[in-house]
């Protein structure tokens, strides 16, 4: 009996001892801690041409391609509304429907239109083809629907009519060049896929650097075939300027009428997008 109370008074003391010293240790590495941290910030005020060290900016407040606050995005969207959407409906939008099915149809016709296609495929080496002129078509109604992107709801609801309008175009293309209906479901199966791997690449390399936009336009448009690193300068060069000029224009102007006027893939002077326009005024200052 007098055993076993000797035993779990030692225990006891051991026990208390342990806890004892590893709370000295903690103690200690605070200790040494708190030296270190006092020692790097008179280092850093006595010597701060030697630091490498800078401060790191976070935000976490989200920007668009413009770097600008989107007040379409913060439009208040009722209970119902996001019922019949989460269904796969359209709730109402602030304009009419047909009115943006119309401006999307006109904006993809601009796509189509008003390129000079036989330019492009000069100065990039393409082949005269129906998969070349998709290649440089879906370019520009990527560059639509990057700008269209961001006018909320109503941009969206137009996104979904250019890409049909788009698929409709180039389905009525292949019937009127003769191709089976077989080799042409293949086809659509293909451009689709190559579409939607182009959006991503595009979209990666327009918020990134010029050699990523390069890459994608290497892989989508040039088909992995362009020996030239002059073509993909140009092509860089023409993705970037007619991202900032479409992204000038006026949002509600391109909702309601869907007009696009698009910059020459050669031009003398490709900066003067980047020049703001200066105001004028008439003789009596107004």
Known sequence: M??????????????????????GKALEQEA???RALIACRLLASTSPSQTQCRTLHSTSQLFNVKETPQTAMEEEVGAFTKLIEAMGFTGPLKYNKWKIKIAALRMY???????????????????????SWFL?????????????????REGKY???????????????????????????????????????????G?????????????????????????????QL????????KQMQFIDALDGEDLLLTGEVNWRPLLEDNAQSILKVPTPTYNDAGL
């Not at 796509?111 to 083809?129: A, G, Q």
């Not at 992995?224 to 002059?230: I, K, M, T, V």
């Not at 300068?233 to 970037?240: C, G, I, K, S």
């Open 158 to 200: 137009m996104c979904r009519y250019i890409v049909h309008s788009m698929w409709e175009d180039v389905e009525q293309r292949s019937k009127i060049m003769g191709i089976d209906a077989i080799h042409r479901k293949e086809s659509m199966r293909a451009m689709t896929e190559t579409f939607y791997a182009a959006i991503f």
């Open 109 to 131: 016709t601009c796509c189509v239109e008003r390129i000079n296609y036989d330019e492009f495929f000069e100065k990039c080496s393409l082949p005269d083809t129906l998969n």
């Open 202 to 230: 595009y979209d990666e390399g327009i918020l990134s650097d010029d050699g990523v936009l390069a890459a994608a336009l290497w892989r989508n448009m040039f088909n992995r075939q362009c020996e030239d690193p002059r």
């Open 136 to 152: 440089v078509a879906q370019l520009h109604v990527w560059i639509c629907l990057v700008r269209i992107r961001q006018e909320g």
């Open 32 to 34: 040494c801690l708190g």
């Open 233 to 240: 300068e140009l092509m860089v060069e023409y993705v970037r």
């Open 2 to 23: 007098y055993r076993r109370l000797l035993q779990s008074a030692v225990r006891n003391i051991i026990n208390t001892s342990a806890s004892r010293v590893t709370f």
